[in-house]
């Protein structure tokens, strides 16, 4: 199945689902697409939203293959990412929270730092403007 994200001509916004792109391009062609607000059946797919971040930038529409989550790539990144950390970062264990905010403070030496922290010190710190990341899991751990 795909989700296509959907928009009438009056600019209504709302969710499609197709077994695949062939489908929605038939059914639009017939007009058989309506839109449940204001019943117009000139439905054309709206641009995707970004995932994430607040950007206003609109990413070009992804295509049918990248509608499905790879999840062979996001391990991959992952594990890069990790890699990354683990090269270019101090390990300082449960100790993190402690040593963030020291830096941020500039009472401890400025470095990369990775570490444990509960969801709550976590937060703690995000509140306290310190600049904090997760990182992801490792992808061994997944299986
Ligand atoms: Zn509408």
Known sequence: MIIYRLVCSSGHEFEGWFTNSAVFDEQAAKHVLDCPVCGDTDVTKAIMAPAIGKSTERPPEPSVQNAQ?????IRQFMAGYRK???AN?????????EEARKIHYGEAE?????GESTLKE?????????????VPPDPEDLN
């Open 89 to 97: 970062a101090e390990y300082v264990g449960t100790k993190f929270p």
């Open 110 to 114: 400025e470095r990369h730092i990775y």
């Open 84 to 86: 990354f950390i683990e």
């Open 69 to 73: 989550p790879d999840h062979g790539k």
């Open 122 to 134: 976590a937060r703690e710190l995000v509140e306290e403007g310190v600049e904090i990341a997760p």
